[in-house]
């Protein structure tokens, strides 16, 4: 499944914005006890150890990471994304993607 979500690499004081896509896509005939995190679009080392950041934080709070091949694409591909301040939009994406976050858009717009 496809998740889109927007955050900023920010640059001094211009910031650009920065699509976040997670696709979940199950293994095929693989039977792997980890799942495969594969992060694209010019991210620096810091965004790439992002993934067991936010594994750590979704099962701390009681969130299943998921076992599928997860790609993240980080768009535009040619502007650079620093830091760790994507971690809570790529962990928003993931969430999205797995369809955990559909009963809790449902309760805040059910009022």
């Not at 928003?92 to 797995?98: D, K, P, S, T, V």
Request: proline share 4%; charged share 20%; net charge negative.
């Amino acid at each position: 499944m496809l998740f889109r979500t927007l955050s900023a690499a920010v640059y001094g004081i211009d910031a650009d914005l920065v699509d976040i896509e997670v696709d979940l896509t199950h293994s095929r005939g693989e039977s792997e006890q980890s799942s495969s995190v594969t992060i694209v679009g010019l991210p620096d080392a810091a965004v790439r150890e992002s993934r067991e950041r936010i594994r750590a934080a979704m099962q701390n709070c009681g969130y299943f990471f998921p076992f599928q091949k997860t790609t993240i694409n980080l768009a535009p591909a040619d502007v650079r994304k620093e830091g760790a301040s994507f971690d809570l939009p790529i962990a928003l994406g993931i969430l999205g993607a797995n369809g955990d976050l559909a009963e809790h858009y449902s309760l805040i717009h059910m009022g």
